[in-house]
């Protein structure tokens, strides 16, 4: 579950998400100024403008929920508060279409092919949209009988990934959702997020329980893996052994500020979007075997001055709550407060069965009066 600050990277084309606006510049060189601002709440009216007068106006508050690039960065999805996707594409940038979804949507992801955006939401439905057709509805693929906090697709498109809130991980084939193939069980908890390591296609990492992350990140170049934790003002960054399928812990980033997302580009480092106007983003470099933030760096200036130029957009998510403290699910100890008052019953019956009893004889059991006999007493 996304929260509506968010940070998305695919290539040299960096997007900053706030509120119900996102911004997309270019890490290419410091001279490069090219950049794009779109904002959902104007597309919101238009959208009503094309469904006519008489058309039910959606409720919402265009705040951008989660958002995607496909593969090769030709394209970019969003979805909001609203109950939109919106489709783009990025060479040069365009809005291609505004399309309504049933429910309000928790992830989304392109299909390797980047023919159709999967779309999951809160019902526990996973809907397809056709990237070629962008005007075309969407198709229902698979459901769950809980909430949706994940998608994913095998990179040779064979498998459709999801995970739920009540602690699985299913594996379904994408030409019959249907048919499941596999599930990945074993977390005591609601899954976060998961992840296909690209450099290792059957490998899948997850994350759920106290410590959920709110994002995980690779860099093929070292295949590294950085962790954000819900509410954890760090980056914890790992190395994974694929022979042994095991990540190995290396080091923590701290930060003064809130970390709201994380992103690896291939050719820079790692890029680590903070509420700090001043110093909005933080890029990150391995030296000596060390991931240190770099102090000068020409593009890191100038990517920073685009959003403290904007930074209106991401004034009114600081603060905003998108923990998953809300996801848990409540234990009771019903068993403590049953065994107390048994006791107390039984303690209130023996009491009653004593008050009630004669007094015992002299051989100390209870002296049994015949009819019409009265006791005496000296």
Not at 162 to 182: F, G, L, Q
Not at 194 to 202: A, E, F
Not at 238 to 250: I, V
Request: glycine share 6%; aromatic share 8%; with cysteine.
């Amino acid at each position: 579950m996304a929260g509506s600050v968010g940070l998305a990277l695919c290539g040299q084309t960096l997007v900053v998400r706030g509120g119900s606006r996102f911004l997309a510049t270019s890490t290419a060189s410091s001279d490069d100024d090219s950049l794009f601002i779109y904002d959902c709440s104007a597309a919101e009216k238009k959208a009503q403008e094309n469904k006519g007068e008489d058309a039910p106006l959606v409720q919402g508050s265009s705040v951008i929920l989660a958002s995607t690039f496909s593969k090769s960065g030709s394209y970019f999805a969003l979805t909001d508060d609203s109950k939109r996707l919106i489709l783009f594409r990025t060479k040069p940038w365009q809005c291609l279409s505004v399309r309504t979804v049933a429910r309000r949507c928790t992830a989304l992801t392109f299909t390797a092919s980047e023919e159709k955006v999967l779309v999951a939401d809160k019902s526990g439905d996973v809907y397809s949209f056709s990237v070629l057709e962008p005007h075309g509805c969407g198709q229902l693929e698979l459901g769950h009988l809980s909430m949706l906090l994940d998608v994913a697709v095998s990179p040779d498109d064979r498998f459709i990934l999801t995970a739920d809130r009540d602690e699985k991980i299913r594996v379904s084939w994408a030409a019959a959702p249907h048919s499941i193939e596999s599930f990945c069980l074993g977390h005591t908890e609601f899954v976060s997020r998961i992840s296909v390591v690209p450099t290792q296609p059957r490998l899948l990492l997850s994350s759920s329980g106290r410590l959920a992350a709110s994002r995980i990140a690779f860099w093929c170049q070292e295949n590294c893996v950085a962790l954000l934790c819900d509410g954890a003002p760090a980056v914890y960054i790992f190395r994974l052994d694929a022979g042994r399928q095991q990540l190995e812990y290396r080091q923590q980033l701290a930060f003064q500020h809130q970390v709201w997302d994380v992103a690896f580009e291939e050719t820079q480092g790692l890029w680590v979007l903070q509420d700090c106007r001043e110093a909005p983003l933080v890029l990150c470099r391995p030296v000596g075997g060390q991931w240190q933030s770099v102090l000068e760096s020409a593009v890191l200036k100038k990517v920073s001055g685009v959003l403290h130029g904007n930074w209106a957009m991401m004034e009114g998510s600081a603060g905003v709550d998108a923990s998953f403290s809300s996801l848990y699910k409540a234990t009771f100890d019903n068993m403590t407060s049953y065994l107390r008052k048994k006791e107390e019953r039984l303690q209130q019956q023996l009491e009653k069965k004593r008050h009630r009893s004669p007094p015992p004889g002299p051989n100390g059991q209870a002296k049994k009066m015949r009819p019409g006999e009265t006791a005496w007493s000296c």
